[in-house]
């Protein structure tokens, strides 16, 4: 799939339980490595994503994600 795909899977697979939204980040390199893209493209797809509201920092390196729009993005 596309980095925005990849990157919106990973997501979804870090959240901690299905009763909340809550997920840990790893490193932008560590992501972009286990997605086979560049750590500029996770930086830039992670960034565009705290943009449209569908991860937002509750504390540092701790997110609340939106879980049905960015399953819409891991499905497209």
Not at 11 to 29: A, D
Not at 35 to 57: D, H, N, P, Y
């Amino acid at each position: 799939g596309s980095a925005r795909q990849r990157v919106a899977r990973l997501l979804l697979r870090l959240v901690r339980t299905q009763e909340s939204s809550e997920c840990e980040l790893f490193s932008r390199e560590d992501m972009g490595a286990m997605l086979g893209i560049t750590t500029e493209t996770t930086s830039r797809t992670i960034a565009e994503f705290k943009r449209q509201s569908l991860l937002v920092e509750i504390s540092p390196n701790l997110f609340l994600l939106d879980i049905p729009n960015l399953r819409r993005i891991a499905e497209d």
